[in-house]
């Protein structure tokens, strides 16, 4: 599969961030290939018609939608390439966490890393226009940097995406983020981090030396969902993966997975789904999943 890495000769500046317009990478979103990336991408779509597989769920774009992709999420596009226009804003994780001395950053905001809600939002036509002059604005001090370029870059940035964290709190109604709930998104990274191999709430309390009580309790409050449900969803997933873009068999997907038996995997993901791997793989070849 495909891999795009970023390249941070394009930009005017040594950030590993950048701002990209339709004409810029038209070719790549029009490609109906299977790929992802190793940066986070948030896509501003002025006009659009289409849809996208992400996280292997269908996501429609219209005008003024906005589409949040985190790094490594397997996408696969179909957009109508007549009046198509967007913007996309791209950025390695590290780059952001570092930029902003939090290295929880992007696991504070609720679209990066979201297993419940959706990874779109619909806007009004104001609320695009708006957030595209954000990103011209940051455009513009990338390709013309002056000494305090960093600083008006740091401050838009931060600005833009507190912005669009807060709009997608308020159309989910989920609270925004609270700084005593550190366990809630240490626990989303570290799920990043050990899904092949951690399975159990247990052994991600133990590693953030908290109880199992008390970190539900911060996912719950954080997220709404447990953070049972959190780890499952995101297992589910995994699993989801191997069946679609490896042809591994489901006894060596299990075993990748540290599952104990096939059986048990088949299981966790008949329960999850209410479909049978063999059914998915059918659904999702049929276009259906």
Aim: hydrophobic residues 40%; aromatic residues 14%; charged residues 25%.
């Amino acid at each position: 599969m495909k891999v795009l890495k970023f390249n941070k000769t394009e930009c005017g500046v040594d950030f590993l961030l950048n701002v990209l317009n339709t004409d810029e990478v038209i070719q790549n979103y029009l490609s109906r290939d299977t790929y992802n990336t190793d940066f986070f991408e948030i896509i501003f779509f002025k006009k659009g018609n289409g849809h996208l597989i992400l996280n292997h769920q269908k996501i429609e774009i219209n005008d003024n939608s906005i589409v949040f992709i985190s790094s490594f999420q397997k996408r696969q596009l179909f957009l109508n390439p007549n009046n198509l226009e967007f913007t996309s804003l791209v950025f390695q994780e590290e780059f952001l966490n570092d930029f902003f001395s939090d290295k929880l950053f992007t696991y504070r905001l609720l679209y990066f890393y979201q297993l419940e809600f959706p990874l779109n939002m619909q806007v009004g036509k104001e609320s695009i226009d708006r957030y595209c002059v954000l990103l011209s604005e940051i455009k513009l001090e990338l390709l013309k940097t002056k000494a305090d370029s960093v600083h008006i870059i740091r401050s838009l940035i931060y600005y833009l995406l507190r912005k669009l964290n807060r709009e997608y709190a308020e159309k989910h109604n989920l609270p925004l983020q609270k700084n005593d709930h550190n366990y809630a998104f240490l626990f989303k990274k570290l799920i990043e981090i050990y899904i092949k191999e951690k399975q159990r709430v247990n052994e991600y309390a133990e590693l953030l030396g908290s109880s199992r009580i008390s970190l539900n309790k911060a996912v719950k409050e954080q997220f709404n969902v447990t953070a049972t449900d959190l780890l499952k969803q995101r297992l589910l997933i995994e699993i989801k993966d191997y069946l679609v873009h490896t042809e591994l068999t489901v006894a060596e997907i299990a075993y990748q997975l540290h599952f104990s038996e096939p059986n048990h995997l088949m299981r966790f993901f008949k329960t999850q789904t209410e479909m049978t791997t063999g059914e998915f793989l059918a659904d999702y070849q049929n276009g259906i999943s």
